[in-house]
């Protein structure tokens, strides 16, 4: 039975995970902070926001919204904490409150996993406050129990956190009101891969040195340019790569991957199920490993699920390919010191006895690798069999373009997690790909290489083969020559920037484009006919155009931001995403234009401006290192398959391919009709 609470009346909790839903009559933001037992905070630490909505335990919302649902396990919660309070505030410059008194009292049901309310909770008396504590969480001899709180605070979320003894809180107040105003909350560190502990299933097995151990490794960093394995960098791309500079996340304090490592064992998983329900089971197969199960990992939802699975699937080929290299490199090994004892020993020197000993080194040489090889193609077999369950399950941001999901696609009411780049894969096994996925809203800009120069010094490896296969609307077969190479990359660029318009809310994400010379419009042309982007203008006047409209917008939102002022910006200030396409370049690009990029790759990306370059390295050299700091901030990806990238958790180089649509496909012109259709009329 329901208990309906008034202010001030408490009720006992029969279970330690539930989910607070929250209902208001207009867009807040929800957060919870973790207190002791006289409800003081430790330190900024202990709030979970929209710019870091996830503490140990707890999960709030992103986003200011007029509905909400913060998920909390009162049994992983640290034992100083004896209070969670759960807050509720008016955000600045979004939706037309600005006092609590003026809408429909907000309501507050703390339920099971299951749906089942426990509690209810309307707040009401508020009137020119603009912050609220509404309910809380306390600790009582060791039993939970929640109270109807109703504390409204007028002066707003600074003296809500400062009631709870938090000295920062006009900093932290701050950095909610940023996240919130920009629409977008800072990037979550990636989560401990639902794999560290994949690799301890008993069906697998490894040739050779194994790996270091799960407990002792960081969280597997993403891949970095093969140029600069070592440098640190920011580390927000998913199972795929970052460029040059880029290194693991560090973890968060308070997060769960903070407190140890987490078993995500499979089969009999013993961890708890995550608060939106337990990850599907995977049923069990009469011989052999259990069959794989799309969202078989940890998460807050499925789409969550899905991204760790796939960074599972990650972890485990670069696993069972180090162990077979391994066991390879050792059975290289032994066989020289065999044959190398062979022929050092005089009796072998006449006769038949070096032949033997030789036969003999090379028989096990040959078991060693033969041994090794097995491990590895059932290890394939497995993540194999799971690629082609998940792989038709991807939301449409992480999915190909040839997925069905694409057939049926809808204008999305919330922005993905992530976006998928491209696909990555190993000379061991080419038909594998794992899906190269990146963090959104995306920190760092992205460069495409058109140059022929960095494939011609590929050499001969493997990974560089261009074997004749359907590449985009292009057959290959041997390196392309510059033109097709510069074709390509701006095709590249234009499957990007069309997933990126799709994936994001209508109005949420808009596309620019600098392309002095117009030699881009055949590849532009799917943007241009839908509508979505605006012819771009040409030569020098055109390039300055573009980029002193987008050097005032991230001035203005900066100050904005920094005088917590969002609802003081131009209203001719377009506050969507943008995504600034370069082509061409350096042409059309004089001292201060130059300048003016640099800015915006540096400051864009932290208030959604992002840059993606389609250019040759080798023609912008009279600039000489100046433009150095603007190659390493950007992430390198090609129009080709290429071995480029590098993941410094094991070291492989992995060959990446780009997002582009099956040759002859229209999948790309129908997803943008839908978005300009959905932009013309609203959401069909």
């Known amino acids: 039975m329901t208990a309906e609470l008034v202010r001030g009346q408490n009720h006992p909790l029969d279970r330690t995970r539930v989910e607070i839903r929250i209902t208001a009559g207009g867009p807040v933001v929800a957060g919870v902070t973790l207190g002791d037992e006289q409800g003081r905070l430790p330190g900024a630490e202990a709030v979970a926001h929209p710019g870091a909505p996830r503490r140990t335990g707890i999960e709030v919302p992103r986003q200011a919204a007029a509905e909400h649902r913060l998920a909390v396990d009162l049994d ?212 052999g490993p259990p069959l794989p199960v799309a969202g078989d990992a940890a998460g807050w939802s499925m789409e969550e699920r899905l991204y760790n699975q796939v960074w599972g699937m990650f972890e485990d080929l670069a696993r069972s390919v180090a162990a077979y290299r391994s066991a390879s490199d050792f059975a290289e090994s032994r066989l020289e010191q065999e044959l190398d004892r062979a022929l050092a020993d005089p009796r072998n020197r006449l006769g038949t006895a070096a032949d033997v000993a030789r036969a003999t080194a090379r028989d096990k040489h040959a078991t060693l690798v033969t041994q090794a090889r097995a491990a590895l193609d059932r290890d394939l077999g497995q993540l194999a069999a799971e690629s082609e369950v998940v792989e038709p399950a991807l939301p449409p941001a992480f999915a190909r373009w040839d997925n069905p999901v694409w057939q049926g696609y809808h204008v999305p009411l919330e922005r993905p997690m992530a976006l998928r780049l491209g696909d990555l894969h190993l000379p061991e096994v080419l038909d594998l790909r794992i899906p190269m996925l990146v963090r959104l809203p995306l920190e760092r800009g992205l460069w495409i290489d058109s140059g022929p120069d960095a494939y011609d010094r590929g050499g001969s490896l493997p990974e560089r083969e261009y074997g004749r296969r359907e590449l985009g609307s292009a057959l290959t077969d041997g390196p392309p020559d510059e033109a097709e190479l510069r074709r390509l990359a701006t095709e590249t660029a234009v499957a990007i920037a069309a997933r990126l318009l799709a994936v994001h809310p209508v109005g949420e994400f808009a596309v620019q484009v600098i392309d002095p010379g117009g030699t881009a419009a055949p590849a532009l042309a799917p943007l241009l006919e839908s509508g979505v982007l605006a012819p771009p203008l040409s030569g020098a006047k055109g390039v300055s155009a573009v980029l002193e409209g987008l050097t005032r917008r991230v001035d203005l939102v900066q100050m904005a931001v920094r005088s917590r002022a969002a609802d003081a910006l131009p209203p001719d200030l377009d506050t969507a995403e943008q995504l600034l396409i370069v082509h061409d370049f350096p042409h059309g690009f004089d001292d201060r234009a130059l300048t003016q990029l640099r800015y915006l790759a540096d400051e864009g990306p932290a208030v959604g401006v992002h840059l ?10 009279e600039y000489g290192p100046v433009l150095d700091p603007l190659w390493r901030s950007l992430l390198r990806i090609t129009p080709v398959p290429d071995a480029h990238l590098a993941d410094p958790w094991v070291g492989h180089a992995w060959t990446y391919e780009p997002p582009l649509a099956p040759r002859g496909s229209q999948v790309v012109r129908q997803v943008l009709d839908r978005l300009a259709q959905a932009r013309g009329g609203g959401h069909g």
């Open 76 to 287: 992983a919660l640290p034992e100083a904490v004896h209070r969670v309070s759960v807050l509720l505030a008016l955000p600045t410059g979004i939706g037309a409150l600005t006092t609590f008194g003026a809408a429909a009292a907000p309501s507050v049901a703390v339920t099971g996993l299951d749906g089942t309310h426990l509690a209810d909770y309307t707040i009401t008396g508020l009137g020119a406050e603009s912050a609220v504590v509404a309910v809380e969480l306390y600790r009582r001899q060791g039993a939970w129990k929640v109270r109807a709180v109703g504390q409204g605070y007028a002066d707003g979320l600074t003296a809500m956190l400062r009631d709870q003894g938090l000295a920062q809180a006009a900093e932290l107040a701050a950095q909610i009101e940023q996240a919130v105003s920009l629409g977008h909350a800072r990037a979550v560190p990636a989560p401990a891969p639902a794999a560290a502990s994949r690799s301890e299933r008993p069906e697998r097995s490894a040739a050779g040195p194994a790996a270091a151990p799960t407990a002792q490794r960081p969280a597997p960093a993403p891949p970095t340019a093969a140029d600069d394995l070592a440098a640190p960098g920011p580390g927000t791309a998913g199972p795929g790569t970052t460029g040059a500079g880029s290194g693991a996340a560090p973890k968060a304090a308070g997060s769960p991957a903070s407190r140890g490592p987490v078993d995500y064992r499979h089969p009999a998983r013993r961890s708890a199920p995550a608060p939106t329900g337990p990850a599907p089971a995977a049923p069990a197969a009469p011989d």
């Open 612 to 621: 993606m370059m389609v250019a040759d390295r080798a023609q912008a050299r």
